[in-house]
């Protein structure tokens, strides 16, 4: 099993067949394309992005559902390729997460999503040129806090197909970013 020694977590152990690959890598960051998802703390629907190709870069991820009711990424170019050769895609909206010094802020990108096939395991950032959607959206506290609590809130079943490995299967991805 391959390892990875990171600057955050130390040394972590995966399976190869868990790495995301982003073609295009991060927006300002093209030349970081393979990357892990990792749990954070099993009470959090938080999620780490660790990068493969810098062991000093990572980014938390939420799915939408704690950041707008209702948040749907059209089916652009980007998005199709994705979908290309694949008759039944899974795809998984994640959320660019900023904890803020303190911890006393939460707030997430949405203007540039990361969409994610769970089953191919491929994905990348979008663009979104729609002025209604902020960069710096604030959580909704109390989903969140319903989320940590382990309740359940009327969208969560949006929250649970999101891509992450502790080093899991493929099924795993698809169950993790909501639990």
Do not use: C
């Not at 995301?20 to 990792?38: H, K, T, V, Y």
């Not at 909206?93 to 303190?102: M, V």
């Not at 969140?144 to 502790?166: C, I, K, R, Y």
């Amino acid at each position: 099993m391959p390892s990875y020694e990171t600057a955050r977590f130390g040394n972590l152990e995966y399976d190869s067949n868990d790495v995301i690959e982003l073609s295009e890598g991060l927006i300002g960051l093209p030349q970081l394309r393979r990357w892990i998802l990792l749990d954070m703390d099993q009470d959090l629907p938080m999620r780490f992005m660790q990068s493969l190709d810098r062991p000093d870069f990572g980014v938390p991820v939420m799915p939408p559902v704690f950041f707008a009711e209702e948040y749907e990424v059209k089916a652009s170019a980007t998005v199709k390729r994705l979908q290309a050769g694949n008759p039944d895609p899974d795809l998984v909206t994640l959320i660019i997460t900023t904890i803020h010094q303190g911890g006393e802020k939460v707030t997430g990108n949405l203007r540039a999503p990361l969409v994610l096939d769970a089953s191919t395991r491929r994905g990348a950032q979008l663009a979104l040129d729609d002025e209604r959607l902020s960069t710096r959206q604030e959580i909704d506290y109390f989903k969140f806090g319903l989320a940590v609590a382990g309740e359940s809130t009327e969208n969560e079943e949006q929250a649970m197909d999101a891509p992450t490995t502790e080093a899991g299967s493929s099924e795993e991805l698809a169950e993790t970013v909501a639990s």
